[in-house]
């Protein structure tokens, strides 16, 4: 699900959320999140039923060298 609809999460695109992770259900696509930031919008994903999800909440990046 693209950065710009899981930033927005709360602000009436939880339904854009739903119906992503709906449509690649049907079609046995698995749901990655990106950009997850707070525990609120980890939370909402969860309710969704998103299969995974990346961003600050978990970490944030590592420097590579």
């Not at 997850?36 to 969704?48: A, D, K, S």
Request: aromatic content about 4%; some cysteine.
């Amino acid at each position: 699900i693209s950065p710009r609809v899981v930033l927005a999460l709360g602000h009436k695109q939880t339904a854009a959320a739903q119906e992503i992770h709906s449509q690649c259900s049907a079609m046995n696509i698995r749901t990655i999140a990106e950009y997850v930031e707070t525990q609120e919008v980890l939370e909402e994903l969860r309710r969704i039923g998103v299969h995974h999800a990346q961003g600050f909440v978990f970490e944030a990046p590592k420097l590579l060298t």
